[in-house]
C-alpha cells in the first residue's frame, strides 16, 4: 500500500461548499484538504462584490504571480463595504470555446486564490476538484491552481483522458488543448479549446510548477483500466464512487429505468468489484456512502487505501453552505423531522449535463416543485452548456435548463427542458450569493447530499446543532 497518500479525501464540493476554510481545515488534521474549482470565477467575483469584509482574497491576490491582472480584477469587481443586497451582482462574461482573455485571467486568479487561502499557514497537502462536464474552464481553473503549488487534481462527472497530458504542459507553462464534444458535429470534425498561459498571463511564466498528483472519479473498474491505458499521462490513483454519493451520480449501466419514486434504479452491474480495483496497481479510494469507520477498515482490507466523504463534510462548520441552510438541514435530522418518502431524492431530470443529481427535499429550494415552477428561466453563468453545431457550421451553446423558447430555437429538443433545473443559479444561493435577477427575484438555493446524511446523528453530540470538519475526521478515525 502506497503510505504517502492520505486516508481519508475530503471530497470536492461545488460550488464553494467545499471552499478554501474546508480544505484548509481538513489539510491541517494530516488529511486530504480539496477545494472546488467549480465555478470559481463566480465564487471569486462575488466575494469582492460583497466586501471580501476579512480581507482573504485581497490577501491572496497579492501573491498572485502578475499583480497586473490582479489589479484589473480588484478594479472591476471590488467593492468596499459590499454591494447592496437587492442589487444584482454584477456578473463575468460566460465560458466560450474561445473566451475572453480577462475571462481566462479571472479565472486563473479565482484558482490560485482557492489553493493558496487553503494552503496558507500548514505544509500539508491540499486538492482541487473539477468536473470534466464543465470542461471549457478547467484549463485556466488548473493553471491557477499549479500557480498556487496545488498538490493534488482529482475530477469527475466524465472520463478525463486528456487531463493527465495537459497537467504535464501547463506545469511548463506551456499550451493544453482539450477536445470539446459537439452536439452535431459529423465523425472527422474536431473541436478543441485551447489556454495557451503566454497569451493571458501578461508575460508571468513559471517554467517548473509542481505536477500534481491525477485521481480521476470512477465508476467502474472496466473506466479506471481503460484511462489507465488511454490517458495521455500519468494517473497516480482513483476514487470509485458509487451511487449513493452526494451531488452528480453516474447513470446506472444500461438504459436508464426509474423505480415507483422516479428514481434510476441500480443493479449489480452498477457495483465496484474492488479486486478488480486492486488489480489495477493504483491507490484508490472508496467513495459514496462509506463514512463510517466500519467501512473504511472494510475497504482498507479488500485493498483500498481510503475513503472519499463529501456529506459529513457539507455540513460541518467550515463548509461553505450558508450557516442557515446547514441548520436546518442538521435540526431537522436531530428531530427526526424527515419527509414520509425520505430527505434525499436522485432526480434523473434536474442537471443539465442529463447525470442523475441528488437533491434534499427541505422546505423553500427548487427541489420543491411549486418553488421550481415559479422561477423564470434565465442561463446567466451558463457553465452546463453544451456546444452545439449551427446551421451555418459554427458553434453555438445551450442548456436545456434556459428559457424553453431558446433551447428549441437553437435546434434542441423541448423535450430535453422538461425538468431540467438551473443548477448553476441554485448552488450560488447554497453558498449564500444568490443573484437577484430582474424585478427583484432572489435565485433559491437546491441542497445535494448524499445518503450518508442520516449519518449526521453519529456525528453530533448530545444538544449540539453543529460540528467541526475535524470531529468528522475524529469519527473517522475513530
Ligand atoms: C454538496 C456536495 C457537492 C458535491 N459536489 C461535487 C463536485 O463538485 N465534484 C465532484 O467530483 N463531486 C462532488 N460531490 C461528491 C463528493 O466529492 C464525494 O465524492 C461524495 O460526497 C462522497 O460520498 P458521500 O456523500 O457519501 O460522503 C459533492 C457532494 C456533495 C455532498
Known amino acids: 500500500m502506497n503510505m504517502k497518500h492520505p486516508v481519508i479525501i475530503q471530497g470536492g464540493m461545488g460550488i464553494a461548499v467545499s471552499d478554501w476554510k474546508l480544505a484548509k481545515t481538513v489539510s491541517q488534521t494530516g488529511q486530504l484538504g480539496v477545494v472546488s474549482g467549480t465555478a470559481i470565477n463566480s465564487v471569486l467575483v462575488r466575494r469582492l462584490q460583497d466586501g471580501d469584509k476579512e480581507g482573504h482574497v485581497r490577501r491572496a491576490l497579492r501573491a498572485f504571480p502578475s499583480q497586473e491582472i490582479a489589479e484589473q480584477i480588484l478594479a472591476s469587481y471590488f467593492i468596499e463595504g459590499g454591494k447592496e443586497p437587492m442589487k444584482p451582482y454584477k456578473r463575468p462574461a460566460m465560458f466560450g470555446i474561445q473566451s475572453p482573455k480577462a475571462l481566462l485571467q479571472l479565472n486563473v486568479a479565482a484558482a490560485f486564490v482557492e489553493v493558496f487561502l487553503a494552503k496558507e499557514g500548514h505544509n500539508n497537502p491540499v486538492g482541487i476538484n473539477v ?3 464543465v470542461l471549457l474552464p478547467n484549463l485556466s481553473c488548473l493553471y491557477g491552481a499549479l500557480l498556487a503549488g496545488v498538490d493534488y487534481v482529482i475530477m469527475g462527472a466524465g472520463i478525463p483522458r486528456e487531463i493527465p497530458g495537459a497537467l504535464d504542459l501547463l506545469s511548463k507553462s506551456k499550451a493544453a488543448s482539450l477536445k470539446v464534444t459537439v452536439d452535431g458535429a459529423v465523425s472527422g470534425e474536431e473541436t478543441i479549446t485551447t489556454f495557451d498561459p503566454a497569451e493571458v498571463m501578461n508575460g508571468v511564466l513559471p517554467q517548473n510548477l509542481k505536477r500534481p498528483y491525477f485521481f480521476p472519479i470512477v465508476s467502474s473498474s472496466i473506466l479506471a483500466a481503460n484511462l489507465k491505458k488511454k490517458a495521455t499521462g500519468e494517473i497516480n490513483g482513483f ?14 449501466r444500461g438504459p436508464m429505468k426509474l423505480d415507483e419514486k422516479g428514481e434510476p434504479i441500480y443493479g449489480p452491474r452498477d457495483v465496484v468489484d474492488l479486486k478488480e480495483m486492486a488489480e489495477l496497481g493504483l491507490p484508490f479510494w472508496m467513495a ?4 463510517t469507520p466500519e467501512k473504511l477498515a472494510e475497504v482498507q482490507a479488500q485493498g483500498a487505501h481510503g475513503i472519499q466523504v ?15 441552510v446547514r441548520s436546518e438541514v442538521i435540526s431537522r435530522i436531530a428531530n427526526n423531522d424527515v419527509p414520509p418518502q425520505g430527505l434525499i431524492f436522485t432526480d434523473p431530470l434536474s442537471s443539465p449535463t442529463g447525470f442523475p443529481f441528488k437533491a434534499v427535499r427541505l422546505g423553500k429550494t427548487i427541489a420543491d416543485q411549486e418553488t421550481y415552477e415559479k422561477r423564470k428561466r ?26 424553453v423558447e431558446d433551447y428549441v430555437k ?7 427542458t422538461v425538468g431540467r433545473k438551473c443548477l448553476c443559479n441554485a448552488l450560488m444561493a447554497d453558498i449564500g450569493m444568490p443573484q437577484v435577477q430582474a424585478g427583484g427575484e ?30 468528522v475526521i475524529t469519527y473517522l478515525l475513530s
Do not use: M, W
Request: proline share 8%; hydrophobic share 30%.
Open 378 to 403: 434565465i442561463c446567466d453563468l451558463g457553465y452546463l452548456r453544451h456546444a452545439y453545431k449551427k446551421e451555418d457550421g459554427t458553434i453555438g451553446q445551450r442548456c436545456p435548463a434556459e428559457p
Open 288 to 291: 459514496g456512502s462509506y463514512a
Open 410 to 416: 437553437k435546434g434542441g429538443l423541448r423535450e430535453e
Open 310 to 324: 463529501g456529506t459529513l463534510f457539507a455540513f460541518s462548520q467550515e463548509s461553505g453552505l450558508t450557516p442557515d
Open 131 to 133: 468536473l470534466e462536464k
Open 442 to 471: 432572489i435565485e433559491q438555493p437546491l441542497l445535494t447530499a448524499g445518503d450518508d446524511l442520516n449519518l449526521l446523528g453519529r456525528i453530533l453530540k448530545p444538544g449540539q446543532l453543529s460540528y467541526s470538519a475535524t470531529e
Open 239 to 252: 476514487i470509485v464512487e458509487s451511487p449513493l454519493a452526494g451531488g452528480h451520480n453516474a447513470p446506472p
